[in-house]
C-alpha cells in the first residue's frame, strides 16, 4: 500500500473495490444514481437533499487498526448533481493500493522509515 499525498483518489484491489463498492450503494439506495466520472462509477444526484446520511468508511491496514475516513473524504464532489464515491478499483489484482490525499485529510499522517510502520493522528488538514 502507497500513502500518496498528490493522488486524490484511492485506489483499491479489484476486490476490495468490489465490496466496498457494494456496501455503499446498498447503503445509499434512497438517493437517485448519477453517471460515472471518469474512473468513478458510483455516483449519486444529491440535488434535492439539505443533508446526506453518509455510511462509515474505514481502511484496515494490515497489522494495525482502522483508519476512520472522515466524512470530508468519503465523496468527490463535482457538483450537487454528480456526487461520487471518492475510491476506485485497480486494473488487476497485483498493482500497488493507494490511499489518496481525499482520505488523509483531517489526520496528521506520521512515518517511521526505520521501523516500517505509518500513524495517522487527528489535527491535519482540513
Do not use: H, W
Not at 468527490?76 to 456526487?83: C, T, W
Amino acid at each position: 500500500t502507497l500513502i500518496d499525498s498528490g493522488t486524490v483518489i484511492s485506489r483499491l484491489p479489484p476486490a476490495a473495490y468490489a465490496a466496498l463498492r457494494s456496501a455503499f450503494r446498498r447503503l445509499m439506495g434512497k438517493y437517485p444514481a448519477a453517471p460515472a466520472l471518469s474512473i468513478l462509477d458510483t455516483c449519486y444526484d444529491l440535488s434535492n437533499y439539505e443533508t446526506v446520511a453518509l455510511p462509515k468508511v474505514a481502511l484496515l491496514f494490515r497489522g494495525g487498526a482502522p483508519l476512520d475516513v472522515d466524512v470530508s473524504g468519503i465523496l468527490y464532489v463535482a457538483s450537487v448533481s454528480q456526487a461520487c464515491l471518492a475510491f476506485a478499483g485497480n486494473g488487476d489484482a497485483g498493482d500497488v493500493a493507494i490511499v489518496g490525499n481525499m482520505q488523509q485529510k483531517r489526520y496528521r499522517v506520521v512515518y517511521d522509515g526505520s521501523k516500517e510502520v505509518i500513524g495517522f493522528g487527528a489535527g491535519g488538514c482540513t
